[in-house]
């Protein structure tokens, strides 16, 4: 059973940078498929963020390209979000999720996890 | 971008009823076409993918249906824990975009 946890600090503070990572368990991240990060504002709806392959590849958001950093820890089974020069816009739940091999859509996600943004 | 819009934003309905839910695409789609169950509290869940296809686990009164702009998910006979928010998404571009929900409410 594939499973997948957030973890990082709760409370970042104004122009910080956001950093949270995704435990995957129960399936290789060396696999065919892509893994995402993906947000929602409190009450809103939800935004893609980007997404990583085991080897590196990613790809981001363009309105999140220039803050936005996904890395991978193959080793640890691990994948990981940076989100620069945050502000209270960025306050959200951030979810990290598996990407389906029939096309950039999740089939497995995290619980996720909320990022407040404040001094 | 893809801009999705999901109508209507919120559905009263009582169990057993058969719901239909809309979405449309500011441009076509092809088949790539999904959509999510999201309870409160809750990360969403994988319902339908590929407009049609019933992903893992997904009880058969769930269908979908629709192509190029036009969408729609069906609940055959609606349960009690059926009662969430439902989003669509396109993965057809990249950003992939969600719909902003329908709410799916006891009436």
């Known amino acids: 059973q594939v499973q997948l946890q957030e973890s990082g600090p709760g409370l970042v503070k104004p122009s910080d940078t956001l950093s949270l990572t995704c435990a995957v368990s129960g399936y290789p991240i060396r696999s065919s498929n892509w893994w995402g990060w993906i947000r929602q504002p409190p009450g809103k709806g939800l935004e893609w963020i980007g997404y990583?392959?085991?080897?590196?590849?990613?790809n981001y958001h363009p309105s999140l390209q220039s803050r936005v950093t996904v890395s991978v820890d193959a080793s640890r089974n691990q994948f990981s979000l940076k989100l620069s020069s945050v502000t209270a816009v960025d306050t959200a739940v951030y979810y990290c999720a598996r990407i389906s091999n029939a096309g950039v859509l999740l089939d497995y996600w995290g619980h996720g996890t909320l990022v407040t943004v404040s001094s | 971008e893809i801009v999705m819009t999901q109508s209507p934003a919120t559905l009263s309905v009582s169990p057993g009823e058969r719901v239909t839910l809309s979405c449309r695409a500011s441009?076509?789609?092809?088949?790539?076409l999904a959509w999510y169950q999201q309870k409160f509290g809750q990360a969403p869940r994988l319902l339908i993918y590929?407009?049609?296809t019933r992903a893992t686990g997904i009880p058969a009164r769930f269908s979908g249906s629709g192509s190029g702009t036009e969408f729609t998910l069906t609940i055959s006979r609606l349960q009690s824990e059926d009662f969430a928010v439902y989003y669509c998404?396109?993965?057809?571009?990249?950003?992939?975009?969600f719909g902003q929900g329908t709410k799916v409410e006891i009436k």
């Open positions: 590929g407009v049609s």
């Open positions: 990583i392959y085991y080897t590196g590849s990613n």
């Open positions: 998404q396109q993965y057809n571009n990249w950003p992939g975009t």
């Open positions: 441009q076509s789609l092809s088949s790539n």
